[in-house]
Nanobody, 113 residues
Framework: VQLVESGGGLVQPGGSLRLSCAAS????????MSWYRQALGKERELVAR????????NYGDSVKGRFTISRDDAKRTVYLQMSSLKAEDTGVYYC???????WGQGTQVTVSS
C-alpha cells in the first residue's frame, strides 16, 4: 500500500487549499479513506472520512462546513478541499486507509499572515 499526499503549503487566514492523496497497492474503490492532521505538540485527529460505494462522509467538528472530502475512484485519489482556513488548521495532514492501517508521509499546511 502506498499513499502520497500533495498540495500543502503556506496560506493566509481565510484562504483555501486542496490536498490530494494518490493511492496504489490495493483496491481503492473498495475502501473508506480518511484525512487526519497533527499539530505540533498535539495528538493526531480525524479531519474527514469518505466511505466507498455511496461515498457518504463525516467530518471532525472543527472543520464542518469548511472542509470537503471527495474521491475519484478512476484516478485512485482522495481530495480534501479546505476553505476559510484558520491558524488552528495548521499541522501535518495525513492520508489514511482505516481498514488497512496505512498512512501517507504527510503534507504540511501552515495558515499564517
Amino acid at each position: 500500500v502506498q499513499l502520497v499526499e500533495s498540495g500543502g503549503g503556506l496560506v493566509q487566514p481565510g484562504g483555501s487549499l486542496r490536498l490530494s492523496c494518490a493511492a496504489s497497492g490495493f483496491t481503492f474503490s473498495s475502501y473508506a479513506m480518511s484525512w487526519y492532521r497533527q499539530a505540533l505538540g498535539k495528538e493526531r485527529e480525524l479531519v474527514a472520512r469518505i466511505y466507498s460505494a455511496r461515498g457518504s462522509t463525516n467530518y471532525g467538528d472543527s472543520v464542518k462546513g469548511r472542509f470537503t472530502i471527495s474521491r475519484d475512484d478512476a484516478k485512485r485519489t482522495v481530495y480534501l478541499q479546505m476553505s476559510s482556513l484558520k491558524a488552528e488548521d495548521t499541522g501535518v495532514y495525513y492520508c489514511n486507509v482505516p481498514f488497512l492501517a496505512a498512512w501517507g508521509q504527510g503534507t504540511q499546511v501552515t495558515v499564517s499572515s
